[in-house]
């Protein structure tokens, strides 16, 4: 892998005064916050100066699909954040996951990836990519053994995401990185559950990163972006493809990613800490079977989440007494928890993932991923924490924990998928 150097003189400064001022040189303006640059396209002085504009990757100064100086300044800001060489907006996290993966297989390629990821990226993985003749091994994250039987002569990329969606398992990320170097194919992970705050990737192998900027990045529930990092040769290749595939982030919503991302570090920090309190008091709660949060000592792979992660973020899953109905019961009764999809924002946010991932995956392909019927996923919000905890308190204490029946069913699968965990 290509060496990665720091691609501003700020890498010695922490990620709060990066947030703030990475971008800052690339403001050619007074003004203190960088105006829109809302337009399709940039006036050339002469015919030379347009062959040079059109020549030149990425310049910022010719076409917004190409780039713009409001994506040039997120890039920047983004790349300086996740200590790597460049970065790449595009118009959403699966804009990124996309084209970072159409950049790197080809017809008869092969792709390692896990049984558990965020749904669209198993769209990708299960609908798009076999239309294109790229077979695909999806292995349990869980057990790097199996993504070392998995790899073949053809296998060109392994894509992972830890912790995954919706139900917090994690990767083994130095020794997956390995075993793909090994054999040469290069690794891709969504890491926007954890964020570079909380997960460092590249540092430990990885080649490239992908989030959706949606979440943590943006923060306040109000655009639609994605991000991609890695060295600046790969990042080109992929900008390649992105600009065929078309996803172009638009320069208000790089703009309000901008905005969103001064605050990124001290809004991480509070969700680390709303969510470790929340998980903890939901543990010992008798309505809950089981709280999956990766800083718990209680979870299966806590271990590894202290080797590899510096804090264990804002998203967390549980399982409710009494299935489905518990589970419907804590959601409808929440007062300050969000029913809405997404996650990483300043407001509490509750799913049924039953119910989300019900599109692709049967109620049993759920359940053999750890997807129950009584499952809820929170992003924990940065409400007052003893706030947060009284809602789900009073809203637990409607959760009807007799359902015999249902519940011994629900137990079974648990155990059988825990056991599972432990091997
Ligand atoms: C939301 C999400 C995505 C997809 O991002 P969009 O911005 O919705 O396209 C990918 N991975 C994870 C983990 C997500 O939460």
Same mark, same amino acid.
């Given at each position: 892998?290509?060496?990665?150097s720091?691609?501003?003189?700020?890498?010695?400064l922490s990620?709060?005064?990066?947030a703030?001022h990475?971008?800052?040189h690339?403001n050619t303006?007074?003004?203190?916050v960088?105006?829109?640059?809302?337009?399709?396209? *940039?006036?050339?002085?002469?015919?030379?100066?347009f &062959?040079?504009?059109?020549?030149?990757?990425?310049h910022?100064?010719?076409?917004?699909?190409y780039s713009?100086?409001?994506?040039?300044q997120v890039?920047?800001?983004l790349?300086s954040?996740?200590?790597?060489?460049?970065?790449?907006?595009?118009a959403?996290?699966?804009?990124? +996951?996309?084209?970072? #993966?159409?950049?790197i +297989?080809?017809?008869?390629?092969h #792709?390692?990836?896990?049984?558990?990821h965020?749904?669209?990226?198993?769209?990708?993985?299960?609908?798009?990519?076999p239309?294109?003749?790229?077979?695909?091994?999806?292995v349990?994250?869980?057990?790097?053994?199996? *993504?070392?039987r998995?790899?073949?002569?053809?296998?060109?990329?392994?894509?992972?995401?830890?912790p995954?969606?919706?139900? @917090?398992?994690?990767?083994?990320?130095?020794?997956v990185?390995?075993?793909?170097? &090994?054999?040469?194919?290069?690794?891709?992970?969504d890491?926007?559950f954890?964020?570079?705050?909380?997960q460092?990737?590249?540092?430990?192998?990885?080649?490239? +990163?992908f989030? /959706?900027?949606?979440?943590?990045?943006?923060?306040?529930s109000? $655009?639609?972006?994605?991000?991609i @990092?890695?060295?600046?040769e790969?990042?080109?290749?992929i900008?390649e493809?992105?600009?065929?595939?078309?996803?172009?982030?638009?320069?208000?919503d790089?703009? $309000?990613?901008?905005?969103?991302?001064?605050? *990124?570090?001290m809004? #991480?920090?509070?969700?680390n =800490?709303?969510?470790?309190?929340?998980?903890? *008091?939901?543990?010992?709660?008798?309505?809950?079977?089981?709280v999956?949060y990766?800083?718990?000592?209680? !979870?299966?792979? !806590?271990?590894?989440?202290?080797?590899?992660?510096?804090?264990?973020?804002?998203?967390?899953?549980?399982?409710?007494?009494?299935?489905a109905?518990?589970?419907?019961?804590?959601i409808?009764n929440?007062?300050?928890?969000?029913?809405?999809?997404?996650?990483?924002?300043?407001e509490?946010?509750? +799913?049924?993932p039953? %119910?989300n991932?019900?599109?692709?995956?049967?109620?049993? =392909?759920g @359940?053999a991923?750890?997807?129950m019927?009584? %499952?809820?996923? #929170?992003?924990?919000?940065?409400e007052?924490?003893?706030e947060?905890?009284?809602?789900f308190?009073? &809203?637990?204490? %409607?959760?009807?924990t /007799?359902?015999?029946? /249902?519940q011994?069913?629900?137990?079974?699968?648990?155990r %059988?998928?825990?056991?599972?965990?432990?091997?």
């Amino acid at each position: 892998m290509a060496k990665r150097s720091r691609n501003n003189n700020h890498s010695a400064l922490s990620a709060d005064t990066l947030a703030i001022h990475a971008d800052r040189h690339l403001n050619t303006t007074s003004a203190v916050v960088a105006p829109i640059f809302q337009t399709a396209n *940039f006036a050339s002085t002469s015919p030379e100066d347009f &062959a040079e504009r059109a020549g030149q990757p990425r310049h910022p100064e010719f076409y917004t699909r190409y780039s713009n100086p409001n994506l040039q300044q997120v890039e920047h800001l983004l790349a300086s954040l996740e200590g790597a060489e460049a970065a790449l907006v595009t118009a959403s996290g699966m804009g990124a +996951v996309t084209a970072a #993966v159409l950049s790197i +297989v080809h017809a008869g390629a092969h #792709v390692v990836a896990q049984t558990n990821h965020y749904g669209g990226t198993l769209n990708l993985l299960r609908d798009l990519l076999p239309r294109f003749g790229v077979t695909v091994t999806q292995v349990d994250q869980r057990k790097p053994e199996e *993504f070392e039987r998995a790899m073949k002569p053809n296998t060109k990329l392994v894509l992972v995401e830890s912790p995954s969606n919706p139900v @917090m398992r994690l990767t083994d990320l130095p020794a997956v990185a390995k075993i793909a170097k &090994a054999h040469n194919a290069l690794t891709l992970i969504d890491n926007t559950f954890a964020t570079p705050l909380n997960q460092r990737p590249l540092e430990m192998g990885i080649d490239l +990163v992908f989030h /959706s900027a949606t979440k943590y990045f943006g923060g306040h529930s109000d $655009l639609i972006a994605g991000a991609i @990092m890695g060295t600046t040769e790969l990042i080109q290749k992929i900008w390649e493809n992105h600009v065929i595939i078309g996803a172009a982030l638009g320069p208000f919503d790089a703009w $309000l990613l901008t905005r969103g991302l001064r605050t *990124f570090p001290m809004r #991480v920090r509070q969700h680390n =800490q709303n969510a470790l309190a929340l998980a903890k *008091f939901l543990e010992q709660h008798p309505a809950i079977k089981e709280v999956q949060y990766p800083g718990l000592d209680s !979870h299966p792979q !806590h271990e590894l989440a202290r080797r590899q992660m510096k804090d264990y973020g804002g998203m967390l899953s549980l399982e409710v007494k009494g299935g489905a109905d518990g589970a419907y019961q804590l959601i409808s009764n929440l007062k300050l928890g969000v029913r809405a999809a997404s996650l990483g924002a300043v407001e509490t946010l509750v +799913v049924h993932p039953a %119910s989300n991932f019900a599109h692709y995956l049967t109620p049993e =392909q759920g @359940m053999a991923i750890g997807i129950m019927p009584g %499952s809820v996923r #929170v992003s924990v919000g940065l409400e007052a924490v003893e706030e947060l905890i009284a809602d789900f308190d009073q &809203a637990l204490g %409607s959760v009807k924990t /007799s359902k015999k029946g /249902s519940q011994a069913h629900s137990a079974a699968s648990a155990r %059988s998928q825990r056991s599972g965990a432990h091997d």
